[in-house]
């Protein structure tokens, strides 16, 4: 989270001009870098928008007093780090399958949170899928969908979400991005034995010939 400025600044773009963040779920490694320490928001034109499922476990105020004691921090980091957007207006919910905006489709893949979500963008015949935290640990989780950890609220629906989705990208070889493997973290995903083998794509210092 606290690379997430300095690595775009390197990459030519500032933070205010960004204007749309879509957040598959709220734990912190996904919120974290939406404020600053003091509660500032870091996109100050961004409006960013959650599932309604995620906002209706992270930020109600009886779940969170419900939690285990080791667990409500969560709730608080959660809610800290969206408090600048929701004063300023910039916070908005919707439900999965409908589009926050008209570009992108939307789907439930709960489990590893109550309301984890897949973002689809497609152009010019070319799509991609945001698939957040349905995978974490490639080396088992490829070969072995049907593996879960223990960061799943609901381990048997996000081994069944993993499933769907894996199903459907293997089917249809549309591109595929997730959070917890390793970079770039974009490729395709084939079927192979009981699982799924996984297809990066390619990166590097390129020249591009005179």
């Known amino acids: ?41 870091l996109f100050p034109n961004a409006t960013v928008y959650v599932p309604q499922g995620e906002a209706d476990y992270w930020l109600d105020p009886a779940k969170e007093a419900s939690a285990p004691a080791n667990a409500r921090e969560y709730f608080a980091i959660a809610r800290n780090a969206l408090s600048a957007y929701k004063a300023a207006g910039h916070l908005k919910t919707f439900v999965p399958p409908a589009s926050p905006v ?76 997730a959070a917890h493997l390793p970079f770039p973290g974009i490729g395709h995903i084939t079927a192979w034995q009981q699982g799924y083998s996984w297809n990066p794509v390619n990166y590097g210092p390129h020249q591009l010939a005179a």
């Open 102 to 177: 008209p570009e992108v489709q939307t789907a439930y893949a709960i489990g590893h949170t109550p309301g984890s979500t897949v973002y689809r963008f497609a152009s010019q015949g070319t799509a991609i899928n945001f698939i957040g935290d349905l995978i974490h640990a490639p080396a088992v989780q490829f070969p072995h969908p049907e593996v879960s950890i223990r960061f799943d609220v609901d381990p048997k629906k996000a081994i069944s979400s993993r499933a769907q989705e894996f199903n459907a990208l293997a089917k249809d070889g549309e591109w595929m991005a």
């Open 1 to 41: 989270c606290r690379k997430l400025i300095s690595n775009m600044n390197a990459s030519g773009y500032r933070p205010e001009q960004v204007d749309t963040i879509f957040l598959t779920h709220l734990h912190l490694d996904h919120v974290c870098g939406l404020s600053d320490a003091e509660g500032k928001a």
